[in-house]
């Protein structure tokens, strides 16, 4: 099983997460976040990290957020890993809890 990275990311960005991955299966894209679904070890360490709330094993991802699966797996093989922590975009605090950011992901 993998983690997966859902909506909430989106414009908050937030990188708490890439600090605790042992096996660094996170990517980065402009303004969103994804896990390598084949890289990830079900460690479970990055959901706890996740000040957003936007991180969910496989099996719990919220039924409307089902797209984020495939997505992760799309575009981490697209967007260059990231290892270390990085200051979270300036406006990131006013996403947050924003619902249905899909339209604003930049790919």
């Keep these: ?11 908050c960005k937030y990188t708490d997460c890439i600090e ?19 890289g990830c070890i079900d460690c479970t360490l990055c959901e706890p990290e996740c000040p957003a709330n936007a991180i969910f094993a496989e099996d719990d991802v919220p039924d409307d957020q089902q797209v ?23 406006d990131a605090a006013e ?7 899909i339209d604003y992901l930049e790919q």
């Design 20 to 38: 605790v991955c042992p096996v660094d299966c996170f990517h980065q894209g402009p303004n969103f976040l994804v896990i390598n679904p084949e």
């Design 68 to 90: 984020f699966t495939a997505l992760n797996a799309e575009l981490s093989l697209k967007w260059p890993v990231i290892t270390e922590k990085q200051d979270p975009p300036e």
């Design 95 to 101: 996403w947050d809890g924003v619902e249905n950011k």
């Design 1 to 11: 099983m993998t983690f997966v990275v859902t909506d909430n990311c989106i414009k």
